[in-house]
């Protein structure tokens, strides 16, 4: 059985940083793709980050240049480094993973974290 945890979320001011992490747990998976999506109230679950292996990785257009997805392969853990973070960055952001070539909607992706709180002030 394959969970994702994710960590790191918490409350910084616009232009600041935060780190989120998602590791895996239970069975060990080597996930062709592992991805960031986030989801503000009231809105629809958005793609944000993909890396796909080797290392291969793809940016929404909206945190392009400002956020960077890394993977740690020996932890099986990826990472989402967050900077020059607005306020419309404000979401829950979940991590997801798949076995196979995975693209940019909820529904490409098997697995999922519970989601971590990223809220950004003005």
């Known amino acids: 059985q394959v969970q994702l945890v994710e960590s790191g979320g918490g409350l910084v001011q616009a232009g600041g940083s935060l780190r989120l992490s998602c590791a895996a747990s239970?069975?060990?998976?080597?996930?062709?793709?592992m991805a960031w999506f986030r989801q503000a109230p009231g809105k629809e679950r958005e793609f944000v980050a993909r890396m796909r292996y080797p290392g291969i990785t793809y940016y929404a257009g909206s945190v392009k240049g400002r956020f960077t997805i890394s993977r740690d392969n020996a932890k099986n853990t990826v990472v989402l480094q967050m900077n020059s973070l607005k306020p419309d960055d404000t979401a829950v952001y979940y991590c997801a993973a798949d076995n196979t070539r995975a693209g940019l909607n909820v529904i490409d992706y098997a697995y999922w974290g519970q989601g971590t709180q990223v809220t950004v002030s003005s």
């Open positions: 239970g069975r060990t998976l080597n996930f062709t793709t």
